[in-house]
């Protein structure tokens, strides 16, 4: 038989998740890149500044004593203010959920790659067109071409390189060092066009790069989704450790052997009651009840196994190992009794719970056919911790444990008081049982 597909959930569904995540990626790898680029400028400027206080004579020398020690900082500190606006704009429009601007991306590239062009357009009166185009500044270009990979997207790195070999090409031709037929190759615009081509080169280069970063951002964040939509739909099913466990460790969670501490609970004289109730209130006062101690089985480490009518398995060490598993069993029990107490006192359908635990090695795995598995523990402990919490009729107790779990008390053995040696359905030797107070 198959399964008809869920109705799509605008609001909620993987797509609509996915898109959100990612989108917020994107603008957390922007935030970052902003952050290198302004670390990196004020890196230059601060090394411009030393070359000023330390090596004035070089400094004069390269520009002809033109160089005054302001313009550096005239032609930096605009665009790191424009970088610190940008970023309080992507936190504004992260915090807000309004996603990223695409427009602003290309003013931003725009901006961010104009820096080497006015290094340029300042530094060429001062040191030549040759000397100028052969600089530093050209250089710079290929540093904002490098971090626009991080933009996770081809057009804006493309879109950066173009910019980068227009701008180039073009200072180049308005300052004169672009002639036609002149001796000199480097006055040449083949020779200015192929540099120009290196820089678009490295824009389309970089688009590649930023276009498989994106896709493993794509990969990671498809899988973290569908992840949090398995653990959110199967979490209501089983418990959400369980299903950590199967997602660490694949669909297959092999039998395994280790020490747990069971607990059976039951709801005393459940069905009777229910016989004289409406459907409905019989599942709202159940679904109640459980809301309440499946929350403190959680709340101590455990987890609900699975329902069993008016009652359910739980489980305190497994999936996950748990020295104290006993202890955190017993603690949710008597929290459990306590809750149960304080809910009856306000509703008009008063529960008495009984709970038996025991404490052993049991085979902890996934069983079931191909088609249908399910986690869950087998062997002797389980079966002695059903037959504890049937006892629990026979002495009008609420809770029963066995020896070995008052052992594993420490602290709290004086709690429990010995029932003595009693017969256990399908045990030859009676037990000694001991009830909690």
Do not use: C
């Not at 909620?12 to 970052?32: G, H, K, Y």
């Not at 290929?142 to 933009?151: D, K, Y």
């Not at 004289?276 to 109640?288: G, Y």
């Not at 196994?305 to 739980?314: I, P, R, S, T, V």
């Amino acid at each position: 038989m198959q399964i008809p597909a869920l109705p799509a959930a605008p609001a909620s569904s993987p797509s609509a998740a996915f898109d959100r995540a990612l989108e917020r990626e994107i603008m957390q790898t922007e935030r970052q890149r902003i952050v290198v680029l302004i670390v990196t400028v004020m890196a230059f400027l601060g090394l411009i500044t030393l070359a000023f206080i330390f090596l004035p004579d070089a400094v004069d020398r390269m520009f002809h004593g033109r160089m005054q020690w302001w313009l550096p900082y005239a032609t930096v500190l605009p665009v790191v203010a424009f970088e610190l606006l940008a970023l309080r704009v992507i936190k504004w429009r992260m915090d807000t959920g309004r996603g990223t601007a695409p427009i602003a991306r290309y003013v931003s590239a725009f901006v961010e790659t104009s820096l080497p062009s006015i290094a340029l357009i300042v530094e060429i009166p001062m040191m030549g067109a040759s000397q100028g185009l052969s600089f530093i500044a050209p250089m710079i270009y290929f540093l904002f071409i490098i971090l626009s990979t991080m933009r996770l997207n081809f057009w804006l790195p493309f879109f950066t390189g173009l910019v980068a070999a227009a701008q180039l090409y073009a200072i180049a031709w308005y300052f004169g060092a672009i002639v036609p037929d002149h001796v000199d190759p480097t006055m040449s615009p083949w020779y200015h066009l192929a540099r120009s081509l290196v820089l678009l080169m490295g824009g389309v280069l970089a688009g590649g790069v930023g276009t498989r970063l994106r896709k493993q951002f794509e990969t990671s964040i498809a899988a973290a989704t569908a992840r949090d939509r398995i653990t959110n739909l199967f979490g209501q099913h089983v418990s959400p450790q369980v299903v950590e466990r199967l997602l660490m460790s694949g669909t297959e969670v092999a039998g395994e052997t280790r020490q747990v501490a069971v607990m059976f609970l039951d709801i005393r004289s459940f069905t009777a009651a229910a016989r004289v109730r409406t459907p409905i209130q019989v599942v709202d006062r159940l679904d109640h009840a459980f809301a309440i101690l499946v929350e403190i089985v959680d709340r101590n480490h455990g987890i609900v196994n699975k329902f069993l009518g008016d009652g359910f398995l739980a489980l305190f060490g497994a999936p996950f190992e748990d020295p104290n598993a006993a202890t955190r069993a017993v603690t949710a029990a008597r929290e459990m009794i306590a809750a149960m107490e304080r809910d009856n006192a306000q509703s008009d359908w008063p529960l008495r719970i009984g709970i038996g635990i025991h404490v052993g090695d049991v085979v902890a795995g996934n069983v079931g056919s191909p088609r249908r598995k399910e986690y869950t523990v087998i062997g002797d402990t389980v079966n002695f911790a059903a037959r504890l919490e049937a006892l629990n009729k026979d002495y009008n107790t609420q809770l029963l444990i066995s020896s070995a779990v008052r052992d594993a008390l420490n602290g709290e053995r004086d709690s429990a008081v010995s029932l003595g040696d009693v017969p256990v359905r399908g045990y030859e030797t009676p037990m000694t049982v001991w009830k909690m107070a």
